[in-house]
């Protein structure tokens, strides 16, 4: 095809992400990522323009508003590029790939993320959001526009170099820093350096602005139930205890419909970026979850509750599976459905107002641009049982007045990892809660996944997990983050529930990333299949970034799935993980918490094995484990009269005691005397 033969008109209305179809009119001439728009760069020998978002990003609509749907910057963009956009939440793996090649170019990453690239896909300039007019110390985006096809048309070789450079380097960057075993004194020593970096009035990460950090704060809690509950360092515990109380009565928590928003702006946790994701809302739920476990603090069983409310209310796409996103905007305006004044607040509750306003902060002039963002930041503590009917009452009008306002917009794709980490999360709360109805709710959205984001007989990938699901179509191949956050939430059903149908499919989830994404040479898991095939490169990290890392979660799945088998290959392969990315301690251990997590499961696993069968006996012993105390390392496993396990296992050849069940507990070849009585086993499970 020569370029003359390339459709003149934006392509997107032929996909099903909400975010490229909030484009499809756009004057631009948009098209997917793939090869078609590749030979259009190479037909017309022009740079590709990569326009990356995401449904629920502000700055993303403010580009678009001031620059993709303005007919001059459209038809500039149009003449002297192949603009190609794409939703990072849909394509993650080409997300990864071009931000690292920003971070190369010394900018800051962000969204939306703009990327110029020879027709083959290589990167050779970028930036994120640019203005339509020099501003902010940005220059205009029609300039940036009319200087890149400028250095394209004479400065050729100059970008083969750029080019060059920024390839080798990606790849440099993509490879792991293998090193040995993670002995527990270093987990220590981390998070005794990681205690100073959190503020211990306000909770989080000192300064602003502030993200929720769950996998960090799980870090913190580890090191402190290590250090021991009564005589242990009391400041791990403050720092997360304090954050998830500050997080929970602050403004970044949406105190009428539940759920938290992405991030809080300021250092307070009172102004959010607005927007909630199912992701946040996920590793909220099982930190809440895990803390209330030992502190039982009502407020956390309040927000788990409110959360999961949002999640049943608001969040339930095709088949019971889960949306992805609510955006931060509505009618143009970030915040716009969540904010309240004074005035508004007097009308719709009369008597109650002064009473509700002085609990949440409501005043005349507001404490966000004029408006008030409902909060309970001065105090981290629930009243008494009148005292908060009294505020949900007010609470509930509110919420009915607010919902005749527009709301902001849902992206209603279903992405297998979001919703293995929802799954999961859910399931663990409806076990500890004694919540059969959330244990539902994670079962359906675990079957709407393995059932409908799975490659048809008839494809190339034929029976394999694909990463995104949208009006019926399933689509892109999976990544490692998919195939781990799944195979958790499959053997998380199997621990909560008992049932063994979970345990055979996280096996054959493994055995499916094991043969695709394992890399032979250095171990560890790639990011992307074996062929795949519109990328420049195959990154591999464990670093977390806004999720968990999905070499993070394989460590911990792979270990869990050998304690429950006492299959050896799967240990070997958690510590292979573990020990492809412990050389980078040295460097920087921030980001991988959710591996330094595996890495104490794998050495310090609490197994509790319940024999009996599933029913009343069992669930008694069940409920004392579930309510005992926080036990992150634990591994659970229910063995019927007529099962077995296998005989590696410690409790091999045990059972149930004179016709009565019996849990047994183990640490490493260990196990205590059989338990029958769970108030004994709640005790010994919490030390006593």
Known sequence: MTASDYPAANLLGRETSPYLLQHKDNPVHWRAWGEAAFAEARARDVPILLSVGYAACHWCHVMAHESFEDEATAALMNELFVNVKVDREERPDVDTIYMSALHLMGEQGGWPLTMFMTPDGKPFWGGTYFPPDSRYGRPGFPDVLRGISQAWASKRNEIAE??????????????????????????????????????????????????????????????????????????????????????????????????????????????????????????????????????RNPLYATRVAETIGWLEREMIAEHGAFAATLDADSEGEEGKFYVWTAAEIDGLLGDDAAFFKQQYDVTPSGNWEGHTILNRSKTMLLGDEAHE??????????????AKRIPPGRDDKILADWNGLMIAAVARAGFVFGRPDWMALAVRAFDAVMTHLRAPADAADAGRLRHSYRQGRAQHLALLDDYAAMARAAVTLHEMTGKAAYLEQARSLVAETDRWYWDETEGGYFFSAADARDLITRTKTAHDNATPSGNGLMAQVLTRLYYITGEASYRDRAAATIGAFSGELGKNFFPLATLLNAAEWLANALQVVISGPLGDGTEALRRAVATAASLPNLVLQCVEPDGTLPPSHPVHGKGMIDGRPAAYICVGPVCSPPVTDPTSLARQLRGE
């Open 162 to 295: 750029n080019v060059r450079v920024l390839v080798e380097a990606l790849g440099e960057r993509q490879g792991a820093s293998t090193g040995g075993t993670v002995e527990i004194a270093v987990l220590d020593r981390i998070a005794e350096h990681l205690v100073g970096a959190f503020d211990p009035v306000h909770g989080g990460l000192k300064g602003a602005p502030k993200f929720p950090q769950c996998s960090i704060g799980e870090l913190l809690w580890r090191a402190w139930l290590r250090s021991g509950r009564q005589t242990g360092n009391a400041q791990l515990r403050h720092v997360v205890t304090t954050t998830l109380d500050r997080m929970s009565q602050g403004g970044i928590y949406d105190h009428l419909g539940g759920g938290y928003a992405r991030y809080s702006t300021d250092a307070v946790w009172l102004v959010p970026h607005f927007e909630k994701m199912l992701y946040d809302n996920a590793q909220m739920i099982e930190a809440l979850t895990l803390v209330w476990q030992e502190t």
């Open 389 to 402: 009917q009294r505020l949900a009452r007010a609470r509930s009008v509110l919420f009915q007045a607010r």
